[in-house]
């Protein structure tokens, strides 16, 4: 069974922890994405599952066996890298036949195979061109198509579209999507880009500072983030996260205290649990009704700038006291600069962040 278990996995580079703990499982036919900002130890995990890196501590069980002590060779993966080399000399064909030349597999079989796989990645019609004389998409799915072409235990990719330009990339994370949906294997894809782990991923595991900070569906990471962290990190534009003083819950509403407005927001009940003190407040930018008239439930704002964006519009907002709130309606709700906006956050996405950072619910 195609399946990858992390144990508490650290690596240290002498004494800078690169991966602290990290706990990850993908079952059979499961695609997760690590994504996190540049040096957070995305690849330095991805690397000791494959075997290019040994871990400091805990263990790498791969289709159920300890991998811990196995060469990359023998842990029987298929990687596919940001920089991908295919051989110049050879054809396409030849190139994803590569791996199965290695493993002795006889040639009728090895046509069959290559086959197969040029078919699933549409590369049929360019099996005997040199690299050189196919397109930057195409070369990439060769890449992907030699991953394939054995039979291997999971798969691991390390950023493998960030050198597409962005229509590639668009049309790439779909095809990639929809052939390992294919294939029951579990596969582990590296990503600093949200967008290709939202499209992409079964499970997306969130990374910081060497800590994976939440492991959910993508749309468990964007509607209930466990910490601020993942909260500013998921979603464009980001998430408003305004700091107040949460002075106490009742009727179902807390009331926070920020830029000098008390505001009674409709939170989870969880809030009811609270202590009064500092909190984070976060709402996500079209997560507001904009209403008629300042009440005791308004978060009170000033248009500052107007940022059409197609069939919605960004507008940038600002407090009494100078506190930015990023405001998304769509683009027939007409605003002016200099406009006063009496904001209502919908209680379903309105996030309470304690003071430790992590979210308050039930
Ligand atoms: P990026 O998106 O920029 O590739 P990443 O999340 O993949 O980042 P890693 O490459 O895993 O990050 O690196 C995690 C941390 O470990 C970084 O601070 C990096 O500088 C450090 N690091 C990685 N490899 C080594 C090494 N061989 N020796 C020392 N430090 C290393």
Known sequence: MSTIEVRKITKKFGEFVAVRDADLSVAAGEVVCLLGPS???KTTTLRMIAGLERATAGDVVIAGQRMNDLSPEKRNIAMVFQFYALYPALTVGQNIAMPLHHEGIGTAEIAVRVNK???ILHLSDV??????QVSEGEKQRVAVARAIVRDPNCFLFDEPLSRLDVELRH??????KAVLSNLSKATVIVTHDQLEALTMADRIAIMRDGLIEQVGSPHEVFARPANIFVASFIGTPQMNLIEAEFKGYGNGKATVTFDQQDVDLS???AVANLRPGRVTVGVRPRAFSVVPEDTADTIDAMAELIEPMGAETLIHARTKTGSDIRVVVP????????????LVPDPAQTHIFAEDGKAVRV
């Open 39 to 41: 040096g957070c130890g």
């Open 117 to 119: 796989v040029a078919d």
């Open 127 to 132: 099996l005997d061109r040199l690299p050189g």
């Open 171 to 176: 049309s790439m994370r779909g095809q990639i």
């Open 267 to 269: 939170v989870n009940p």
């Open 331 to 342: 683009r027939d709700k007409k605003v002016k600069t200099g406009e006063a906006l009496y």
